[in-house]
């Protein structure tokens, strides 16, 4: 499988999926680690990929969305953005209804 069909079939598998530099515990930028605050703070069920650990990934898929820089966030296969964009919508509280609508928010129990 070529590094277009991972990235493809990490994207399909994964309602939520945030590519980013590190992991949600221990981010290796301030911009991935604003992201996952955000994500954790929206109560979201999401999967990553630690780009560091995949350079053939990191550098691919900069082509593949057309993206420059990490973190990317995808929410049912979309590109939703970067660190900004990202914050942005999570302060406007459509951030929250994207990952309704994906089904990808913690039920309270």
Known sequence: MDVVDRIKEQI???PVLLYMKGTPDFPQCGFSGQVTQVLNAC???YAYVNIFED???REALKEYSQWPTYPQLYIKGE?????DIVMD???R???QKMLS???SIESES
Do not use: H, I, R, T
Not at 79 to 83: K, Q
């Open 12 to 14: 399909e598998n994964n």
């Open 43 to 45: 109560k979201a069920k």
């Open 55 to 57: 350079p053939e990934v």
């Open 79 to 83: 590109l939703v953005g970067g660190c």
């Open 89 to 91: 919508l999570y302060n």
């Open 93 to 95: 509280g459509e951030l």
């Open 101 to 103: 609508e994906a089904d």
